[in-house]
């Protein structure tokens, strides 16, 4: 099991920061952060809030020496960032579908992925069982998400456009 310490190393890590960015955003000192990481000091409770709340975390989750995320505590949460997220990726989708240089059979094949993992998302986010997921479960739909991000991304390549995109 990990630490509370090895928590918040891997949850800077994921979020590609060095220790002094990562602990300028929290307030601390860069070796303070370095003790709390290696277990020789332990965080005050308003540091892991604030790393809660800054990394959309779960504080239960992260206080504890228990390996699975509780969705329960953050659904209402959970589900609000989906539809920022979804509005987001729209936006991004209808820029690629705006662009004169893809190819009309690629902006269909982005469309059908694209698609497919909105209807994923959909379906995992309005589960009546949402509340009892466990990391496996999202982990399985990450999984899914991915594979047909990468199918959509294949229509960008540039042998599927008209023209090279400049860069």
Not at 125 to 149: F, P, S
Request: glycine share 2%.
């Amino acid at each position: 099991m990990k630490t509370v310490g090895e928590k918040i190393k891997e949850i800077r890590l994921n979020n590609s920061l060095t220790q002094q960015d990562f602990s300028k955003s929290l307030g601390i000192s860069r070796p303070h952060l370095s003790k709390i990481e290696s277990g020789k000091e332990n965080a005050s409770d308003s540091v892991l809030r604030l790393i809660s709340e800054l990394y959309s975390v779960n504080y239960e989750w992260l206080c504890s020496d228990n390996e699975c995320i509780s969705f329960s505590m953050d659904i209402k949460e959970l589900k609000i960032n989906h539809n920022l997220q979804r509005a987001k990726t729209a936006n991004v989708a209808i820029d690629i579908l705006n662009n004169s240089k893809v190819k009309n059979n690629s902006k269909k094949f982005f469309i059908e992925n694209i698609g497919n993992i909105y209807e994923a998302i959909n379906k995992f986010y309005n589960r009546t069982d949402i509340e009892n997921c466990n990391l496996q479960d999202v982990e399985i739909v990450c999984a899914y998400i991915e594979k047909k991000m990468l199918k959509a991304l294949d229509a960008l390549k540039t042998e599927n456009l008209d023209e090279k995109i400049e860069q």
